[in-house]
């Protein structure tokens, strides 16, 4: 059965840091490029950030360059998202989704809120 399951998500104070996890089961994780997107209220889904297969290429939404970094483990078939310098607009559900030419997977995501 594929899965992708995130977590790390919660309540942060602007300028805190958070590292979301997104787990993945079920398929070959090592021929998806991993990506991470977000949705907030009353807002279209965001692509926030990718990273290729091989780990080499990232890439990120002009809003989140220079906070947000994206890795992966793929030996532990994780992908991972350190968000730094959180600002109240960061505040989404956070969704993990995996693509490679055939198939596109999504997880059920993870509520991050910035807020003092």
């Known amino acids: 059965q594929v899965q992708l399951v995130e977590s790390g998500g919660g309540l942060v104070q602007p300028g805190g840091s958070l590292r979301l996890s997104c787990a993945a089961s079920?398929?070959?994780?090592?021929?998806?490029?991993m990506n991470w997107y977000r949705q907030g209220g009353g807002k279209e889904r965001e692509l926030v950030a990718t990273?290729?297969?091989?780990?080499?290429?990232?890439n990120y939404g002009d809003s989140v360059k220079g906070r947000f970094t994206i890795s992966r483990d793929s030996a532990k078939k994780v992908v991972y998202l350190q968000m730094n310098n959180l600002k109240p607009d960061d505040t989404a559900v956070y969704y993990c989704s995996a693509r490679n030419s055939w198939r596109n997977y999504w997880g059920q995501g993870t509520q991050v809120t910035v807020s003092s």
């Open positions: 079920g398929f070959d994780v090592r021929t998806f490029t």
């Open positions: 990273i290729s297969s091989e780990g080499r290429r990232k």
